[in-house]
Nanobody
Framework: QVQLVESGGGSVQAGDSLTLSCVVS????????MAWFRQGLGNEREFVGL????????SYSDSVTGRFTISRNKGKNTVVLQMNSLKPEDTAVYYC??????????????????WGQGTRVTVSS
C-alpha cells in the first residue's frame, strides 16, 4: 500500500512559478511509475507527466512540455513538479498518482492504483 501526500499549491499570477511536492510512503514495490494529473472545474482528470522511479526518465503532456519538470528524490521519497510560466489554463487541482497497472496507458487516470488528496493551483491573469 502506498500513501501519497501533495503540497505546495497556491494562488499565483500568470507567468509565475510554483513547485508541488508529493511525499511517498509505503509500498516500495508500487513506485514503478509516479505521475501527476490535474483536474480543472468541470473537467476530467488530465495527465500532466510522469517519472520512472528507477531511472528518473520523464514524459509530459503537450500542454506542459517545456514549462513543467518532474523530478524525484529517492532519499526523501519525494516527487516534485516544477511549474514555470504558469497560465490561467493551468488552474486545477493537481494530484500525484502511483503504481501504474502493467500494460495500462501511462496517460490515463484509470491506470493508477494510488492517489493523493490533491493540491489546488490557481493562476490569475
Amino acid at each position: 500500500q502506498v500513501q501519497l501526500v501533495e503540497s505546495g499549491g497556491g494562488s499565483v499570477q500568470a507567468g509565475d512559478s510554483l513547485t508541488l511536492s508529493c511525499v511517498v510512503s509505503g509500498g516500495t514495490s508500487n513506485r514503478n511509475i509516479m505521475a501527476w494529473f490535474r483536474q480543472g472545474l468541470g473537467n476530467e482528470r488530465e495527465f500532466v507527466g510522469l517519472i520512472k522511479w528507477s531511472d528518473a526518465s520523464t514524459s509530459y503532456s503537450d500542454s506542459v512540455t517545456g514549462r513543467f519538470t518532474i523530478s524525484r528524490n529517492k532519499g526523501k521519497n519525494t516527487v516534485v513538479l516544477q511549474m514555470n510560466s504558469l497560465k490561467p489554463e493551468d488552474t486545477a487541482v493537481y494530484y500525484c498518482a502511483a503504481d501504474r497497472r502493467f500494460g495500462s496507458p501511462d496517460s490515463e487516470a484509470r491506470s493508477y492504483r494510488f492517489w493523493g488528496q490533491g493540491t489546488r493551483v490557481t493562476v490569475s491573469s
